[in-house]
């Protein structure tokens, strides 16, 4: 009779723990920057410093943790819904469509758009946002429906593919829109403001809140499709529901950060490897995983080369790509990678 | 066709059709099933046993009709069924992060409010559940640690936690060590004692033969459905296995051998 006292303990401490984790480091994201890391109640006395940590510092580090918690909670979501723990956050075509998306407009714009993605276009923005959920949309349609995980998946990698390639094509034909595609592709959390920050907000609130409504599907569908079904759980339209919720916070984040590799991955499989919650709470620790990771790595990006900044998508590909190297060696260890 | 008359039906099909991929697996399946009573369904390799169990259960696209107690299977509402009919599957493998007593709760799905925590019955229940399959220790592992058998065990906990007046089972004697298909026999006849219906699939003739009915099935269609220890319904048995087994007497059960 205690055990599931316990794991409701094991999950609260670890809620808390990633909670005071994230205080911490939106701390130490606000004080460390090109200028080199600085106390950061000394900054704000400071009228110039005090301009770069309040304009510049503080929304960056708020972009990355609220970027990180949706790719979190939408891995959560993807790994839940397509029963594969091998599930990403962009496998249904979100991250080639929005990088079309981005392509177009700055092909449409000639290039001058080069400085980044974030408070400079909101047409870029916007057109990141609705590239994601016009390729969740054409990959719904291609799979005729979500009744079919395995028809959804591979209706995802071709859209994926043919719209990636086509955003490659565009990207060539007008090579001054390349520094900035890259940089989209690369993934940053440079250029975001307090705008970006309560758009994202909103999507993760809503994401959040819907997600656990729904999570009783996830934990139906963890034991089978036909399984959920027998018990009564309306599969069709809340996997549509869960599509949307996955679709809205994948968006969200690529809109504002470009495409930021492995957090969705990595999340999920971290809360799971320190806990084994249910699908609620385990959303919400993978929200708030990912919002650790991306941030911490956006520190560690600001930090390693200082003055100069690695990309903050190119430190987590590379940390995440590790980790999953670690997971897989020691799941095939203890029987398989789960 | 010596049906158990005179029961009412738990189950009743009528010209119950299934297409999976363009080709028709069950053509046009008549079969009432008795309650309080244990039938199990058997037949070659790709006869359509599975499929017409998951016809019974409203978990295939079907035409014809299809009656749960007495009442269309359509007319049930999703969390209704899922309180008076169980279902245990023959190739889902749960996914392994779950703790083997919170995936036995899932049974309790059905009969909790929705995103509500389970109340004192409900962790009875469980309990109750995970002890009759000898799953009770495990209860703290994740199911992906556990062994074969031992996952179907959990498994079984899981449909036994809903509680339902039918239950389904699809080869549910997988990867079972033979005491543990004397223990699983066992608890099918105390549900059966209890007044609940059991309808399974199995492939192993002999324990079949145990059951109170016997549903034959070849090439989509039901061949035979009459009592197990009735002689035509051996003979029956014997042919749609083209008169490569024998039915014998043995201690008291049937028991079917090559030859």
Known sequence: MTQPRTARYQSALLATALLLASGALLAAGAAVGSTGASHWTALWADDTAGQIVREIRLPRSLAAWLAGALLGLSGAVAQGLFRNPLADPFMLGSASGAALGVAVVLVAGGGVLSAGFGPHGLGLTGAAFAGALAAVAMTLALAQGVHDSLRLLLAGVVVGVVLGALASLLSQLSPQTLPAMQA????STAMVGWSGCALMAVSLAVAVLTGWMLSPVLDGLSLGEATARSLGLPLAAMRLALLAVLALATGAAVAQTGLI??????APHLVRSLSRPMAGPLLLLS?????????AADIAARGVLAPQELPVGVLTAILGGGYLLWLMRRGAASGGLR | MTALAGRPSAICARGLRVRLGGVEILHGVDLALPTGRWTAVVGPNGAGKSTLLRGLAGLVA??????LLGRPLADWRGRERGRRLAWLGQVEVPSGDLRTYDLVMLGRLPHLA???????????VVEQALRAT????WRDRPVGQLSGGERQRVLLARALAVQADVLLMDE???????PHQADWLALVRQQVAQGRTVVTVLHELTMALGADALVIVAGGSVRWHGACEDPATHRALEQVFEQRIRIHPLEGQWVALPR
């Open chain 2, 62 to 67: 079907s035409s014809g009709a299809v009656e």
């Open chain 2, 114 to 124: 929705w995103l509500a925590s389970p109340g004192p019955v409900d962790h009875a």
């Open chain 1, 261 to 266: 590799a492995f957090v969705g991955l990595a």
């Open chain 2, 134 to 137: 000898q799953a009770w220790d």
């Open chain 1, 184 to 187: 989209f592709m690369l993934g």
């Open chain 1, 287 to 295: 929200a708030l995983t990912g919002g650790v990771l991306l941030l």
């Open chain 2, 172 to 178: 549910p004697l997988g990867n079972l060590d033979p």
